[in-house]
């Protein structure tokens, strides 16, 4: 694992958590993302940005969730506002390198919303 995912936790319906990756200082980011798996489902994309500046959301997380970077430490974020039960999910971290198709991961993070 090259990717380190912090920042889950458990909060109620209507809460706000910001979730942080950061990758070796060593990589020059392409691309960055996140995705989530929900128990008995297929992990989906949840947003991207690449390095530009340019990002992407699944319909699902518009308007409430933010990807964000900062390109300094090689780290991006994703904050995660009104919060929905089904938001619930190990979300993780990927990444892509300038020149690369490999993909990048990190170990995951759960959250959880629940009253």
């Known amino acids: 694992v090259q990717l380190q995912a912090s920042g889950g936790g458990y909060v109620q319906p209507g809460g706000s958590l910001r979730l942080s990756c950061a990758a070796p200082?060593?990589?020059?980011?392409?691309?960055m993302g996140w995705y989530r798996q929900a128990p008995g489902k297929q992990r989906e994309f949840v947003a991207f940005m690449f390095s530009g500046g340019s990002t992407g959301y699944a319909d699902s997380v518009k308007g409430r969730f933010t990807i964000s970077k900062y390109t300094a430490n090689n780290t991006w974020y994703l904050q995660m506002n009104s919060l929905k039960p089904e938001d619930t999910a190990v979300y993780y971290c990927?990444?892509?390198?300038?020149?690369?198709?490999?993909?990048?991961w990190g170990q995951g993070t759960q959250v959880t919303v629940s009253s």
């Open positions: 990927h990444a892509r390198r300038f020149g690369s198709d490999a993909d990048y």
């Open positions: 200082e060593t990589f020059r980011l392409n691309r």
